[in-house]
């Protein structure tokens, strides 16, 4: 019986040394080895000899590694490449998981627990590529992520499809209510840690003193109330995933602290002079744009290299208005089902009217307004009425915009006081339509409650009911 063949990997590091350590390393366990430190003669080799895997130093002084490592991918894109990297050429490892790399190790790094595990599990999804595929779909639609037919969001779908059985950290971007918490647990669902803890924290929610508290713990007596040491949620997310929401609002302070766990899978609780590791996956989201915090200096440059490793764009709903009317059968059937309404549906016109409505709150929406037109319509046909009364800002709130922005002419205008005044007349509008409560008026716009905080702050506003 002819047994299976090794698998052949190409290591290509201007260090002899440590080309020869991952080369003895390697074929202790059975895979077949070649090594080079010049990584033209590397790319030589690579054009006569067929490898499954190659691992690749970034920083080498014949050759820049990215070149090497797009020359890789477009001789054969099938062949797995993982980088070696240092901390001076971190934002260089997050060009090379964009160009088409599985994967970044750190320098100095553990050859049985770093390179060891990331090429198994890198060549062991290979083999198995069509099985995952499958089961990745499937996973989808048990969480109920409809992923439709536009273009944008089948490219969203792939990315993933590549992302979730590799550990790197993710970002994803998106408006409020595109589905940012469904991509989280997708990649957690997708990846080896999926029987591990999923932690969803949302960063905007909570203020600094409570939010490091939840994140790394506390030890007993380290504030006013804390009667008994407590777990953070970092360590409850142990071997899985921590997905923080609205990574945004997270204070500068706190930002070092993610930043050192990041890096150094380290950390200490509130008031505890003890360190403590994980082993922990991050997935990160914002609705915001990163890029001009960090120009405003409200968010740490470095701190966005290391979250911006695999950035996921998800679309508005008007940028893929083709997947409508799909969500909103899918939303139909679910509600329909929770709600015992079965028989319900849309009249023939609803799916135009659907179509030309803006959704600015997105998907989530779109799926408040078909569960309220199941909940509040009579009969089993829910009509363009039904649905789209339901959906919306309130008329009241959009009263507050003026109707007529005054007209730019040759004697200019102050554009930051216009918008300025804009925004306070939202504020002071939601202010009047609940009565003062910062949680319900932060809420219908759609903001979170430190964000609403702030505005109010910032205008100089405070009436709280």
């Keep these: 019986m002819v047994g299976t063949p090794a698998r052949r990997v190409l290591i290509v590091d201007d260090e002899q040394s440590i080309c020869d350590v991952l080369s003895i390393s390697l074929r202790k366990e059975g895979y077949e080895v ?39 991918k477009q001789l054969r894109p099938q062949t797995v ?67 439709g037919y536009s273009k944008p969001m ?17 970002l994803i971007q998106g408006e409020s209510g595109v589905g940012k918490e469904l991509i989280a647990q997708s990649l957690h669902q997708g990846s080896p840690r999926a029987t591990k803890p999923f932690i969803a924290v949302n960063c905007g929610a909570l203020t600094e003193t409570l939010l490091e508290s939840e994140l790394f713990g506390h030890a007993k007596g380290s504030f006013t109330g804390a009667v008994s040491d407590k777990t953070g949620l970092v360590e409850v997310a142990d071997k899985g995933t921590l997905f923080l929401d609205e990574i945004s609002e997270m204070s500068p302070q706190l930002q ?10 380290e950390f200490k609780p509130v008031g505890s002079v003890q360190t403590r590791r994980v082993d922990v996956r991050f997935v990160t989201a914002t609705n915001k744009d990163l890029e001009e915090a960090i120009r405003k200096s409200e968010f740490r440059k470095d701190l966005f290299y290391r979250l ?9 709903l008007r940028e893929r208005r083709d997947d409508i009317p799909l969500l909103a059968e899918h939303f139909l059937l679910r509600y329909c089902k929770d709600m015992k309404r079965a028989g319900k549906r849309f009249e023939p016109a609803v799916k135009d009217a659907m179509m030309r409505h803006p959704w600015p709150g997105n998907i989530r929406e779109l799926e408040n307004a078909v569960q309220r037109a199941i909940a509040l319509s009579d009969g089993d046909v829910i009509t363009v009425k039904d649905l789209l009364e339901t959906a919306g800002p309130p008329a009241d709130l959009l009263a507050a915009v003026p109707a007529t922005p005054r007209a730019l002419d040759e004697d200019g205008m102050d554009l930051d006081q216009t918008m300025a005044d804009i925004e306070i007349g939202f504020l002071k509008k939601a202010l009047d339509m609940t009565g003062g409560n910062y949680t319900k008026a932060a809420q219908l716009l759609k903001m979170s409650l430190r964000s609403f905080r702030y505005k109010l702050q910032k205008f100089g506003i405070d009436r709280e009911g």
Aim: charged fraction near 30%.
């Design 308 to 316: 911006n490793v695999i950035p996921v764009h998800v679309p508005p």
């Design 256 to 265: 070092v602290k993610i930043l050192r766990l990041l890096e150094e899978k």
């Design 154 to 170: 089948r490219a969203v779908r792939d990315l993933l499809l590549r992302a979730a059985p590799t550990d790197s950290t993710v």
């Design 34 to 72: 070649a090594s080079e430190v010049n990584p033209r003669r590397a790319l030589d080799r690579f054009r006569q000899q067929n490898f499954d895997l190659v691992l690749q130093d970034l920083k080498m002084p014949e050759m820049d590694g990215l070149d090497l490592l797009r020359e890789v």
């Design 81 to 147: 490449v993982i980088i070696m990297t240092a901390y001076s050429t971190w934002d260089r490892a997050v060009e090379a998981m964009r160009l088409g790399a599985y994967a970044y190790i750190k320098k100095p790094f553990d050859t049985q627990v770093d390179i060891k595990s990331t090429i198994s599990r890198a060549l062991t999804g290979r083999t198995d590529q069509a099985d995952y595929v499958k089961n990745f779909d499937e996973m989808l639609q048990a969480i109920g992520f409809v992923v």
